[in-house]
C-alpha cells in the first residue's frame, strides 16, 4: 500500500448522501433540483439500465442459462450485482440459543436492489403507523398516514404505478396507471379466492403502462417482457438509477462516486456531522468528503453499522446513538409458500403471456387480527404462466409425471425419451405458485451490532446478528400455508412443493433477512431516549445527519417497503432543502 | 401480431429506439442457433468485473474426460432424443452445457463423475465394457435399471440419484437452447402488447373478463 494518506476534498457540500438505491436516489433527486450541491457516494459500480440491462437476451446467451452464482444469486441476467455474499465483506451471527441466522442481501452497484426488486409498490395504511394503539405491540410511528399521503400521492406522479382504486380502509387508494389484465392463472386465482374468501385486486406495480406528463424523465412505456428484474433499457419501470440518480446527475449539481465504501460519518467537537470518509474501491486510497449535512442511505442494516462505526467522546456508543436503539428492532417481512400443477391448466395453447414483470393480481390483507392468535397481517402474491425457461427447467419431474396423468394416461415417475419431451411439453405453463409477505413485530432484542473482532477486506467493523422468530410470525406462516392449500385445493391443483411444512418447521417460516426488506434498525420516534431519529428522519442528537434508508421504520406492514422508503425519502428532503434555506442546520 | 410489426409500433415515437432496437438484435439469432450458440463463447451479456474473472476461470478448465463426455452424450440423447417436434441432447449442444455448469456449479462434480462411474461399473460387471462401449440393448436395459425412481430396486438407489440428476442436466440445457425452445412453444421474450388472454382460450375455459376489469385495465387497442 505503500504511501497511505488521508486524501481530503476541498469542495464543500450541502449533503453528503450514502447510498444510491431508493432513499438515497430520492435524496439526491429533489436536493439537486432544489439546486443544492450533492456527493453521492455508492459502493458498488456504475450501472445505466440503458446500456447494462440484460432485458431480451435468450437463454442460451447465459452458458449457465440463467443460472444464479454468487454474483447474482437470482440468476445469471438478472439486475442485481452481489446478494447473500459479498467477496471480501463478511457478516457474522451471535449464534446465541433461539435465534436464527440473519440472511443480509447487499447490493453493490448505482441504483442498489431497486434495478431487480419486484416492483410491487404499496402505501402503509393509516393503521400502520398506529399498530401498538390497536394491538398494544411494539410502537405507533411519531407521524400518521395524513403525513405522508402527500408524499406518496407525488411519488405517485413522479415515478408511476399502476394498479386500481378499491377504497380499502387499509391500502389506501392511489394515483394509479392503467394494471395489466389478468393472466389465464390469475383468472383462475381470482374465482379460486372469491371461493374461499380471499379477495384478490390488481396489483400494484411501479412499470409503466402508460407514459404520463408527470412523470421524470427519460421514461418510455412498458412493453410487456416480463423482465423488470433485469432492470428495464427504456426506463419502464422505477429503478432508482434510471429514475432518479442519473436525472439528478444531469441536473449539475451532483458528484457521483462509485465503487466508495464508506467507512464512518465525520463529526466535529460539537458532535455535529461533517462529512464521510469512504476507501475507494478502484485505489484503494482513503478519501474524505465534506458537507453540511450527511444522508444515510446505504440500507437499514449498512446505515447502522455506519453509524456505529462512528464513535467519538460526543457519541462514545456510537453516532446518534444514546438511546442505544441504533441496530436494534432490525425485522424483515415473514415469508411462506406453496405451488402446484393445475391439471385445467395443462397441455394448453400457447401464446406469448410474458406480461409485465411480476404478478397482475394479488391479495392484500383480508382478516381482522382481533379474531386471529397472530396480530399482524400478510399480502399474497402469485406466480404462474408460460415463463422463459432458464436453469432449473422443471426440475425433479420425475416428482411429478407418476402423480399426474399425462393426455388421460397415468405413467410411471420418471422415465427418458418421446414420452418424457411429452411430459415436459404437457407440463409447461400449468405451475401455479403463491407467497406469503407479512408483518413481523420489530422487536429490540433482535439487533445487529459491530462484531469484535471481525472487520472486512477495507478494515472495516463487521455487523454481527442476533435475530429470532416469535410465536406472532410463527402462527401466521401457518395460517398462510391453510390459506394457500385452500386456494390451491380451489383450484384443483395438485400440490408440488410447500404442502410438507409443519409445525417441525416453523410451517416453512423463511429465515429473517430472506424476504430483503430490512428495516427498523434507525428507527423514528419522539423520545431521543428510545429512537435515534426524529419524526424528520432528523437524528436527535446529531441535527444535521438524516437517515431516509429503512432504518427509519417504526414497523413495517405488510407492504413490501419501497414506496414508503421514497416517500419518506422525498418528505425528509424536502424538510432538509427548507432548515438549510432557514439555516437552521 | 406480428413481431418486427409490434415492436416497430412500439419505437414510433420513442427516445429509446435505439435502445431498444440494440436490445432487439440478440432476438434475430434465435432463427440462426449456431451463431446464437457462438455468441455465447464471450459472453455478451452484462458481466461485473468479479463475475468476468470467474467466467475465464471456469472457461479456462477442462473437468470430464472424453470418455465421460461420450457417455454424457449417449445418455442425453436416451434422455432427450430426436422426435418428430425436435431435435435430440446433442443436437442442441447439451453436453457441452453439463460440461460447463458442473465448473460453475462445483457442487455437481463429485455426482456427476462419480454417478458415471458407478454406471460404468454396474456395466463393467454385467457386460465387462463401459456403458458406452455396450450394445444399445445393453445401454437401454441399464436405463431401464436406474430410470424409474418408483419401480427400480433398492440396490439400483446410487444410479437412480445419478440419472435423476442427469435428466435434470440435460432437461435443462436442451430447453434452455434455441432448438428447446421452438419445442416447449415459449412464445416471449418480445416487445409486444399484452392484452389479455385471447378469446378463444377464454372461450375454453368458460372465463371472462369482467366490466370492472375492462374498464379499468391496459387496453392497446384504445391507445
Known sequence: MGDLQVKKQPKKYDAIIVGSGAGGGMAAYVLANAGLKVCLIEAGPMFDPKTDSNQLRSPWESPRRGAGTRFRPFGDFDGCYWGWEVDGEPYTQTGNKGTTAWEWWRARMLGGRTNHWGRISLRFGPKDFKRKSID???????????DIKPFYDKTDRLLGVFGTNEGLENDPDGIFLPPPKPRLHELMLKKAGATVGVPIIPSRLSILTKVTKDLGPGRNQCFFCAQCGRSCKVYGDFSSSSCLVIPAVSTGNVDLVTNAMAREVLTDKEGLATGVSYVHKDDMQEYQVFGR?????????ESARLLLNSKSSRHPNGLANGSDAVGRYLHDSTGADMGGIIPQLMDRRRYNEDGVGGMHVYAPWWLDNRKLDFPRGYHIEFGGGFGMPLYGFQWDIQKLNGKIPIKGKTKEAGGYGVSLKEDYRVLFGSHVGMAGRGEAIARRENYCEIDPNVVDKYGIPVLRFNTSHSEYEIKQAKHMKQTFAEILHAMGAVMTWGADDGAHNNWGLHAPGNIIHEAGTVRMGNDPKSAPLNKWSQAHECKNLFCVDGGPFVSQADKNITWTILALSMRTSEYIVDQLKKQNI | MDRRKSIKTILVGTVAAGALAEACNPEEKKTTP??????????????????????????????FTPDEMATITVLGDIIIPRDAISGSASDAKVPDFIEFIVKDVPSHQTPMRGGLRWLDMQCLNRWGRAFKDCQPAQQMEMVDAIAWPDKAKPEMAQGVAF???????????????????????????????????PDDVLKQYGLAYSEKELRECYDPTKG
Open chain 2, 163 to 197: 440419472f435423476n440428476l442427469m435428466r435434470n442436466l440435460t432437461a435443462s440445457g436442451f430447453y434452455t437452447s434455441p432448438i428447446g425452445v421452438k419445442d416447449i412453444g415459449y412464445f416471449g421474450n418480445t416487445a409486444n402488447q399484452w392484452n389479455g388472454v
Open chain 1, 136 to 146: 398494544g405491540l411494539g410502537d405507533d410511528w411519531p407521524i400518521g398516514y395524513e
Open chain 1, 293 to 301: 449535512t450527511v444522508i444515510l442511505a446505504a440500507s437499514a442494516c
Open chain 2, 34 to 63: 449456431a451463431s446464437a450458440e457462438k455468441s455465447t463463447a464471450g459472453s455478451g451479456i452484462n458481466r461485473m468485473k468479479e463475475e468476468a474473472e470467474w467466467e475465464k476461470e471456469v472457461r479456462s478448465k477442462t473437468f
